[in-house]
């Protein structure tokens, strides 16, 4: 039995991955690769065009019910329209707060397209049924009802934690990376917007820490832990998130257990790479194999390199 069981093992090693898929053997995923990649200025910089353009949007029809083609449509440069966008049902304030935070959005994409060149808007999935599946695979469970981020303001506000913090440990992963000095400042400057954008849905959020989400029986707290938890299950490249609240020995000089902003022993921020960003903003783990919020893949040199390396 052993050797027929090493035999199988080895046949599977010789055969295409198209045809394992057939078999029903699923095959796993690469390892992955957590070194910063290689590449110039513009195209790292481009890069964060994808995140940018995905908050811009689902920001703009949460608070307006209306997206960037009616804002500022030619920064879209052609791109197409994203799919499944609608005026979320918010309280006054956090209306307030999320319009805000998209026109934002619009001057960050303005900023980079004008400074080093914009990237056609990404085909983009922001619509309940986006949000509902990542949730679902944050709790490993499918959720009844589905998880939709437009019906009330805790919900949006649960929704836009998954999104700001992933471009803000973004940019801390590709400042130290770029070359010139108008590049750094540029990213250092969006980088603090970013910053400031997660720390108030995560203030917002603490307030409500204790609060049961309803109809789901889990706290505002918990939903944020198994949020940071798909994040870094998808991301692939350790901890490098966490939730509102924590154990005192993972919060800030070992004295507290909140947690309103995530940062590692010494309370830097934690950095990822474009690949890991992908990974999570896919929903698939693999910067190659586009899904989520990004059905078609991203745009620019980065994503579409690491597109073509399935091909």
């Given amino acids: 039995m052993a050797i027929r069981t090493c035999f199988f093992a080895f046949l599977l090693l010789l055969l295409p991955l198209e045809f394992i898929a057939v078999m029903g053997v699923t095959p796993p995923l ?3 690769e957590c070194r910063p990649i290689v590449a110039v200025d513009r195209d790292q910089v481009q890069f964060a065009l994808n995140l940018e353009f995905l908050e ?15 804002i500022a449509p030619s920064l879209a440069l052609g791109g197409p329209p994203p799919v499944g966008g609608r005026k979320a049902n918010l309280d006054p304030v956090i209306r307030t707060i999320i319009e805000e935070f998209a026109y934002q959005e619009i001057g960050h994409l303005r900023a980079i397209t004008e400074s080093v060149g914009g990237v056609p808007r990404p085909r ?7 949000f509902a599946t990542l949730l679902d695979q944050a709790m490993n469970t499918t959720l009844s009802p589905p998880f939709n981020p437009y ?28 070359v010139g000095r108008t590049n750094r400042a540029l990213a250092a400057s969006l980088l603090g917007v970013e910053s400031g954008q997660d720390a108030v849905i995560r203030t917002l959020l603490y307030l409500r820490a204790n609060e049961t989400v309803k109809p789901y029986g889990l706290t505002v707290a918990g939903f944020t832990d198994r949020i940071s938890e798909i994040r870094n299950r998808l991301g692939r490249c ?19 257990t909140s947690n309103i902003l995530s940062a590692d022993a010494d309370s830097l921020s934690y950095s990822r790479t474009q690949a890991e960003i992908l990974r999570i903003i896919y929903g ?21 390199g690491f597109l073509a390396t399935r091909n």
């Fill in 30 to 32: 690469p390892l992955p």
């Fill in 56 to 70: 811009a949007e689902f920001f703009l029809y949460g608070a307006l019910g209306t997206g960037l083609d009616d």
């Fill in 124 to 130: 983009l999935n922001i619509s309940a049924g986006a």
């Fill in 151 to 178: 019906a009330n303001s805790l919900n949006y506000l649960l929704a836009s934690y998954v999104i700001p913090y992933v471009g803000l440990v973004g940019y801390v992963g590709t400042i130290p990376n770029l």
């Fill in 238 to 256: 350790g901890t490098k998130d966490e939730g509102l609240i924590v154990p005192m020995q993972l919060g800030a000089e070992n004295r507290t």
């Fill in 284 to 304: 698939t783990g693999d910067e190659s194999r586009p899904g989520g919020f990004l059905p078609d893949g991203g745009r620019g040199r980065i994503a579409m």
